[in-house]
């Protein structure tokens, strides 16, 4: 018998666990050292905390992130039903 293993997954989470997190659940590969940058960069990535010397991802800063990176649902690529050539407005 094959049964799925869940995982309960901590409130925070050390960068490996995050970025094993936002593969797992969120489907958005995201390197442990891709983590490090943006967090010592300030910039891009999912906010964290640190205690003492390590940072700390809370899970549901990481889900809040991982939903505003993938933006909204659709139904169409933008622009689509467009002659093939032609740009936007109708003009060439």
Known sequence: MNE?????????????????????????????????????????GPPAFKAGRTPLYPRAALDQWAKARLGSLRTRSPGRGQARGQERGGQR
């Open 4 to 44: 799925k293993q869940t995982y309960s997954w901590p409130a925070n989470l050390r960068r490996p666990e995050a970025a094993r997190y936002l593969g797992e659940v969120h489907n958005m590969p995201v390197a442990a050292n891709t983590l490090a940058n943006w967090f010592s960069l300030g910039e891009g």
